[in-house]
């Protein structure tokens, strides 16, 4: 079984709006089917998102099956305040990820707590089958590490594509791996 941790596709960036409302890009939506030619993504899989629209249109674009929505695996909540230096915000979380890194931003350790424990109960519930779940760079990036037992790579998030995929082949079970845990 492998997990596929998909990124969406490039939101349509509105600064007086919490960027957990923005909406996919239309002009990046030659990317998202692009990336449902490519053969990245299994063929047979279930699928999951987040609830935030862009991930949720990402993962209408990217198949045409069922995709369940999850509210646990939305990405880092980041509060209303639009952040000028966001890299350098970013960069801070993972640096303290104990501490909320701007007013309103969950700290990285909650998110990674939150979104590791609903990929093991997702990966859990679909032992043996291809799993599918689209959602966001941080919560992917903090998903893959705790999956490997590693501190979650800066280098990695900014590497991230809108959309990308990232792929971890004979993710553990529940159980199997108690890094996954709750």
Sequence with gaps: MS????RHGRP????????ARWEL???GFDDVWAL???GRLPRRAVWFCSPEPKAVATAQLLTEGEVGVVDDLREQERGAAWVEDFETVVARAFAEPELAAYEGWEPLARCRERVAA???RIVDVHRGEEVVLVGHGTAWTLAAAALAGAEPDLRRWRALAFPDVVVVPDAPERG???RVGD
């Design 3 to 6: 997990l596929h941790l998909v």
């Design 12 to 19: 349509l960036v509105e600064p007086g709006v919490p960027a």
């Design 25 to 27: 890009d239309p002009a």
């Design 36 to 38: 449902r030619e490519s």
């Design 118 to 120: 609903a990929v093991a």
């Design 176 to 178: 199997d791996d108690d």
